[in-house]
């Protein structure tokens, strides 16, 4: 390993989640200025949350340096309590920093429409031919497949990876709070500073002491609550669906051999699925959000009207619905598609469920860690154990389904078929 | 349309029964992995390849009664096993869910243990590595399970028998 350099002076980023993200390495300062993290400004964190909350338009970059800034300050927790290297240090703040940088423009979409894994293109960021590569060669040759293992999880030492990548880890905790911080809610916050004050490693991960057990549940249950109130929102989630919609309507029509009036050039690669390095880092929002200008104008009438919807906000309706009652739902397709509207582009069912916190169940094959807890003893024993809230939620699966339709094309039907409709779906006329 | 979910059951229609969580993650990740469409995404943890929202859906069918969970103690451990029952395949009829020659890799797949499957989709997760730091991951990482190069070689040869299956 050659010596990585100091900075001459520490360097600041002002934050309004941690006030002030600091660098000191020379090799962070570079990474931050390397293109491929630099494409993060232009990639939300949260997606179509914006449509939602309006204030949630931070970056996956602000995150990314957030989840640094977190654990730079695990590190000086650690300080005197555990055994790490320079390099292993090194190793932690650039695989915090870099673990999103292979995310895209509305990921969650894409890569379901496309049929990719974001990880898949950070490890190829890192250990592939670009700027973020070449800097990280310079601590040493082997160096950038660490980090791409830290990130992926496969990195032998488990306490490393377990700061990035576990129930409570240095990327949950930015988020949790960023996303609460931008989109103005209350229930996302936590103290952080007392769960890295009693954060404390323990062989192949961490605990934490038995005195800072309430902000460890407050984590929790802001978790929980993110993720119902914000993360699943269904008007968020109604978005997702145009834009899902959007992507596999242009995809089709590329299959079909449809000449668009201006060639999605940014797009081809991904609808040949024969996409390269060079092609993914090309594709952020800017791009997407220009090709949707275009295709608003397109003449593929579903095309242009998936796109006015979603740079409109003029999103799709939705009820909630039992997965049981699939006969109906095939019936409510059936009549979309009487009344000429595609149900295919129109109709759509969105499941989401979650899993707030998982315990140890003996004898489970389960893949969660639990929480652990260090009693004054210096017995361990499981978060739930000892809390009754987190108790509470322990284990607990919760599900939500819904089907969304554009309410404002059913008004435009005829009434009978419109009544029909409406009476299968079970929504009243002033929905 | 809840194809997702669908698609699950039809893999659990075709092996008739699958028994063990890891036994069904390794199935979906391996085939995935050989290009079967399955919409789940995967990560690395303690067992190998293992996916969250494959979890999260088995529960979801099982809670509406699509899936059949029944548990048994086998010694200290737990086990589940995985059934279709009517409502199941009733859904599946009107989900239209073509999984190819997944059927056939299901089929056989589900003839091997979980042990050997967590090996198979380990030895698949690490295949972009020369053979040497590929076997260095699996000693590494799944030293508990104390695999064999002789088992790794199995490995090997078993995926290429998956291969030859979907030429067929």
């Known amino acids: 390993m050659q010596e990585p350099q100091l900075l001459s002076e520490e360097k600041v980023f002002k934050d309004p ?82 673990h999103d940088v292979g995310h895209g423009p509305f990921s969650h979409t894409f890569e379901k429409v496309f049929r990719f894994d974001h990880e898949e293109w950070t490890r190829k960021i890192l250990t592939g031919d670009t700027e973020i590569n070449r800097i990280l060669r310079s601590v040493g040759e082997h160096f950038p497949q660490k980090v791409a293992e830290v990130v992926g999880k496969t990195y032998e030492n488990k306490l490393i990876v377990s700061l990035i990548s576990s129930q409570i880890d240095a990327d949950r905790m930015d988020y949790l709070l960023r996303d609460a911080y931008y989109t103005g809610v209350n229930y996302g916050n936590f103290d952080i500073e007392r769960i890295l004050r009693v954060m404390r490693p323990h062989e192949d991960g961490v605990v934490f002491k038995f005195s800072g057990m309430h902000a460890v549940e407050d984590y929790i249950m802001s978790r929980y609550q993110m993720y119902w109130q914000v993360y699943f929102h269904p008007v968020t989630r109604s978005a997702e669906v145009i834009l899902c919609k959007i992507f596999q309507r242009a995809r089709q029509l590329y299959d079909s051999g449809y000449i668009f009036e201006q060639e999605p050039r940014h797009y081809l690669p991904f609808f040949r699925g024969e996409i390269t390095l060079a092609d993914y880092l090309m594709l952020d929002e800017n791009v997407a959000f220009y090709y949707m200008g275009q295709w608003r104008m397109e003449k593929d009438p579903i095309l242009s009207d998936l796109c006015a919807r979603f740079m409109d906000r003029n999103l799709f309706q939705y009820v909630e619905y039992n997965p049981r009652d699939f006969i109906n739902l095939e019936e409510i397709k059936k009549l979309f598609l009487e009344a000429g509207i595609d149900p295919a582009y129109y109709v759509e069912v969105d499941s989401t469920s979650d899993l707030p916190y998982d315990f140890y169940r003996p004898g489970e094959e389960q893949e969660r860690i639990p929480i652990m807890l260090r009693m004054s003893s210096g017995e361990l024993i499981e978060l739930s154990r000892k809390s009754e809230i987190v108790q509470a939620i322990s284990g607990k699966r919760r599900f939500d389904h819904k089907l969304y339709f554009p309410y404002d094309k059913l008004m435009s039907l005829p009434e009978d078929a419109a009544g029909l409709i409406r009476e299968r779906l079970g929504v009243m006329e002033d929905a | ?128 590595l020369p053979y040497e730091q590929m076997k260095s991951k699996v000693f590494t990482l799944k030293s508990m399970q104390k695999y064999t190069e002789e088992e790794i070689q199995k490995a090997l040869a078993f995926m290429d028998e998956l291969r030859d299956m979907i030429k067929q």
Request: proline share 0%; net charge neutral; glycine share 6%.
């Open chain 1, 17 to 98: 989640v941690h006030r002030y993200v600091h660098v000191r390495e020379k090799l962070i300062w570079d990474l931050i200025n390397a293109r491929e993290f630099q494409r993060l400004r232009r990639i939300r964190q949260l997606g179509t949350s914006y449509l939602t909350f309006h204030g949630g338009e931070h970056s996956r970059f602000n995150h990314s340096l957030g989840v640094y800034e977190i654990m730079r300050r695990i590190l000086e927790t650690f300080e005197g309590r555990v055994q790490l290297s320079r390099e292993e240090k090194l190793l932690c703040l650039c695989a915090a920093l870099l």
């Open chain 2, 1 to 128: 349309m809840l194809k997702a979910h669908a698609k699950i059951m039809r893999l659990v229609e075709v092996a008739g029964e699958v028994t063990g969580r890891k036994k069904l993650h390794k199935m979906v990740y391996i085939a995935k992995k050989l290009q079967v469409d399955f919409d789940e995404r995967f990560e690395f943890h303690m067992y190998g390849p293992y996916s969250e929202e494959l979890t999260l859906r088995v529960d979801e069918l099982c809670s509406l009664g699509m899936l059949d969970e029944t548990k048994e103690s086998k010694g200290a451990i737990e086990l589940y096993r995985y059934k279709l029952n009517e409502d199941g395949r009733e859904f599946l009829q009107y989900h239209n869910v073509d999984i190819g020659y997944g059927d056939r890799l299901i089929s056989r797949m589900n003839q091997e243990n979980s042990r050997f499957l967590e090996l198979v989709s380990t030895v698949l997760y690490f295949e972009h």
